[in-house]
């Protein structure tokens, strides 16, 4: 149901908003809110076409004079990363979002909003049925795919788009101009460990933690949140305790999601678990004292467990320091943004371990693939020797900058006409869909924008209401204007 309190102006934008919060769209689940454009676009007469990877390009027609203006590709994607909190009951596969309206911004109850990229593929729509907006030829290209790797965008057909211009609408900080993003690789590294029955007379238990905030491995990375793969590993580090074997561990859900929450099943000799406690109390203290504010609701608890098999008590121990040793976080700062761009990051993103079959995954991200190479010696490295087999994810390439667009000059421009002010001018440390799109069709000049989102990927996904009206202002102004 519609909050009482939901937005109503611009009026098509935040309906089309709506009517996609309550259609499912998981990464590679896009068919339902795929037809939906369909429909919005067959209503208005509008021809559209499908390739192979399952992309939906819309064109429409321009409006009153400006049939000779250069058409605009308009691009988002139509998927969405879905992370929910432990305590929600929620399908992201079968039920629609329960949006709610707080304190100036929207945001969805428990789970991730969908904003991103929901609001642009909202915008996107209400260029397509809002009869009052003038504009050129439009091309709208909806990806799918995107949040698990950019995989729409890689397998996209350039021959759908004639456009020389394109506007990506996936960018979350209002007032600012965004003409560069990050490249990225990884990797998921696997192992099988033997396990035998538990000890007689050991203690079983399972150490859970949840609470933290979690985020975008992008562009969160730098802001210090818990790790819950490396905050759980350090639960059981520092004991003087012999004969520690992890039987479980599990934490993370996604290589772009910073792991906000986990649980760990171990056995150990008898008054271990008490030892154990005992850290943990202390080690609560310790993150309070240095993690950010946004992770302060953590909470980590020890209960009695009951399985049936562990690792050895050194296989759990060479796990344990695998954890301990392996990367996370950010790496590089750029020299002339200090603290404002990083130029080079890696996400420890997921941990699973079950019937002693092992599974890590990490992402990483850069701007300049070379330096990127000694980080990912460092990660094959480790695995040549925790003698873990190694698979390489798909990697995207990055958007190189480039400070002399026309398409930024103008934008620029005409912020500062509506606004008063020149916009921020920047690159961001997370995967677009453009630099992949720019290699497809080298001739287009891109430029990204949107209105301002906040713990993207995270179940405090929220959008900054009244950034939409500008953000739309905004972008039926530059239309008119190239």
Known sequence: MKPANYPTEPAQLWEHFYQISRIPRPSKQEQAVRQYVIDQAEKGGHCWRLDEAGNLLVAVPASGDMAD??????????????????????????DPLSLQVEDGWLHADRTTLGADNGVGCAAALALMTDDSVAHPPLELLFTVDEETGLGGALALDPSMLSGSLMLNLDTEDWHELYIGCAGAGGWELRKTYTTAPVPDGCEQWELSLKGLAGGHSGIQIHQQLGNAIKLLGQCLD????????????????????IPREGRLNFSCPPGGGERVQTRLQQLQEHWLDYLPVADHALAVSLGPARFERVLSAADSRQLLDLVAIFPHGAQAYNLVLPAELVDLSINFSQLSLHAGELMLESSFRYFNEAQSEPLQEQ????????????????????????????????????????????????????????????????????????????????????????????????????LQEI
């Open 238 to 257: 520092g004991l003087d305790i012999e004969g520690i074997q992890l039987a479980e561990f599990e934490a993370g859900i996604a290589h772009n999601v």
């Open 69 to 94: 203006q250069p058409t605009v590709i308009i691009q988002n994607h139509l998927d969405m990363v879905t992370v929910k909190t432990g305590d929600k009951d929620h399908d992201f596969g079968t």
């Open 379 to 478: 990660v094959l490295g480790l695995a040549r020797l925790f003698d873990l087999e190694v698979t390489a994810a798909v990697a995207y390439p990055g958007w190189k900058p480039d400070f002399d667009s026309p398409l930024l000059a103008r934008a620029s421009q005409l912020h500062e006409q509506l606004f008063g002010a020149r916009p921020a001018v920047k690159a961001i440390h997370a995967g677009l869909e453009c630099g992949i799109l720019k290699g497809k069709k080298p001739d287009v000049d891109i430029l990204s924008f949107g209105p301002t989102i906040r713990g993207a990927h995270s179940p405090t996904e929220r959008l900054q209401i009244d950034t939409v009206a500008p953000f739309w202002k905004f972008l039926t102004a530059l």
